[in-house]
């Protein structure tokens, strides 16, 4: 069973910065592309971004680009979400996400394990 541990989140201002960690406990972790998303009530789960496990296939929400950036690191089977010039829209519980294969997909039940989620909170 592989789980995923979400830390990071929290309170910030806006146009200031947070980075989410989602540490992703499997043997085969280099196998699995995983994401972020993010929710707010009465709204359904949202893509922010993805990474695969072949170098240098990412992909971003269109609301998101040149602000966030995700990345990961094999060797300590954690992927990382960096979140510039935060804004207040930007507020949503946030979620790791993983799936076998290599391709980064956008739909949310398209992945198969989730985090718990972290809270980030943008105040104006």
């Known amino acids: 069973q592989v789980q995923l541990r979400e830390s990071g989140g929290g309170l910030v201002q806006a146009g200031g910065s947070l980075r989410l960690s989602c540490a992703v406990s499997?043997?085969?972790?280099?196998?699995?592309?995983t994401g972020w998303f993010r929710q707010t009530p009465g709204k359904e789960r949202e893509f922010v971004a993805g990474?695969?496990?072949?170098?240098?296939?990412?992909d971003y929400a269109d609301s998101v680009k040149g602000r966030f950036t995700i990345s990961r690191d094999n060797a300590k089977n954690t992927v990382y979400l960096q979140m510039n010039s935060l804004q207040p829209e930007d507020t949503a519980v946030y979620y790791c996400a993983a799936r076998r294969g290599s391709t980064v997909l956008v739909g949310f039940r398209q992945y198969t394990f989730w985090g718990q989620g972290t809270q980030v909170t943008v105040s104006s």
């Open positions: 499997t043997p085969s972790f280099d196998t699995y592309t």
């Open positions: 990474v695969s496990w072949t170098v240098g296939r990412n």
